[in-house]
């Protein structure tokens, strides 16, 4: 008896995890795994906990492979990649929740309010978030960047504010649908008050996935960003380390064929972006399997 | 079906014309708020006494209060007078039509390889019939993705160089713009390596999955008629079209780093250069152009998806 109950229960979380496609299931614990490293090596860096001295250089030991002295080799000064990787985490890990926060707390209140009153909200909020989408983000920071000077976090705070859209547009759609349930209705007619739906009915119960699969998104885009704007020379400068201008510092060895210093940086950037959008990816398609 | 259109071109039409307005708006208030005096744009400050330039800021219009001085500024941009270059001390709009060309080309034919990468590849997966093929293509799509596409270009060159010997490895004389490898290698890497196209491939995957389900493929199915003549309106057209107006501003950003990277002489290396030289007219111009094409792929969308579908009409 007791066992015929058990099965015919709600499955726990953990059965539900083992019935994914392994494809979701690789895809998910990658995603994991990369944000614990790079939080992991962001904590590191802050609290000094690196193999070697990232600004030290050893002229004797210049473009090595890595060995274990120096386990991802050592750049053109001879200064250790893996402790520069570790220390490069800084130049995005604030500045993307920054950017991350913002978007989502104005896509938020842009998708809130055009999904729950569409017929007030709708045409305005429309229009603004068309307006900031028609300008191509990189070319509004590159303008900002020659107007003010800003430093990276305000840079950040930028692409924080064109990202709204996306995130505005995603809630929207979903607000819209729920709009429409009847345990919405129900609520409303019931006479909760506006805000009391929308945060807990509608965005705690049935939006902090959306929230969540659009924070992972952001993160990997502010990390395509600011190493794009460090590797052309607008972002973080030399010598704090940034993945972009380490990819940068590298060129001239690339071309005559020691590729190993762009490279260590590229593939870590690599990984960490495509973590960041495999678990993206999976979570939204966990979101969209059970809607 | 022309009316249906033309219709749709007049709104979408009027729709862009007030977000020029705002957009121009914005532009203005950022460059109100930005340290600098603004006759700077339009003459060489340290060449003039000051009565000379107290004449000049009279004539801009730059003296009024600000709905006066925005109005002056739109008034000289609408007749194409965007200022001159700091750097260059040549006008801004010249310099556009220069160079705007080359991007567009770059641009256009990145995004036209982006979405053939991604059609085929989510093709391939939503048929299940070539499954390693789809799942190699897609996991493809994914670390190219990742990578950042300076290194791809950095690759893209070396390969380029050592074994084909087919790419200069300093090209920045004109000349060698028109010749084909110049320009195939940069669309390639950008076209892979802009970053959109697992996002890409993924939407077209799950929207193609969706049309496949709908029973008129079935029933074409049943029928034994071409597949491919049911499934191209909703399953690739509709699709397409709204993805190459949504990525489009990806693409062009990712244009100024590979242009940086080629160092090929097109409109994102002239804002890499304005944005060194704090040369702020000539990013003002690449701005509102750039704001233009990302409006020009929108009404094409827009266009496309009405003629394709009446329903959007109204």
Redesign the interface.
Known sequence: MKRFLETASEPTAWQRFRSWPLRRTVATVFGTGVAACVVAAYLCSVLKLLPKDPDAMDLAMVNALPDAAHLLGTDFVGRDLLSRIMVGTEAFFLPGLLSVSVSLLFGGLFGVLAGFWPERFATPVG?LL??M????????I????????PDIYLILLVVGLTNIPAAAELLRARIAVLRRKSYIEAAIALGLSPSRVIFKHVLWLHGRGLVLIQATIGMGEAI?IE??LS????GVQEPTPS??NM??LG?DY??R?E?WI??VP?IA??????GF??LG?ALLERL?ERA | MLKRVGAALVREGIRTAVLFLLVTMAMFGLLDMAPGDPVALYVNVQSLSPDEIRTVRHELGLDGSLPVRYGAWLGRMVRGDLGTSLRTGRPVARELWRTGWRTLLLTGSAMLLTLLFAAVTAYLAAMQRHPVWAAGLTAVGYVLSGLPVFWLGYLAIYIATTYFHVLPLTTSTEAAAGSWSFFLVPVVVLGLGNGTVSEVTRHLGTHLKGVLQEDYIRTARAKGASLWRHLYKDGFVMPLSSLLANKIPYVLGGAIVVEQVFNWPGMGRLTWQAASDRDYPTLLGVTLLAALIVRAAHILKEAVQVAVNPQLAD
């Open positions: 229009l068309q307006l989408e028609s300008l191509p983000k990189l070319v509004l590159l303008l900002i960047i020659a107007l003010f000077r395509l190493t794009s590797y052309l020379g607008f993945w972009g990819v940068a060129k690339f071309f064929g590729l762009s490279t590229a950037i690599l990984i960490a972006v495509l959008h495999l990816d969209e």
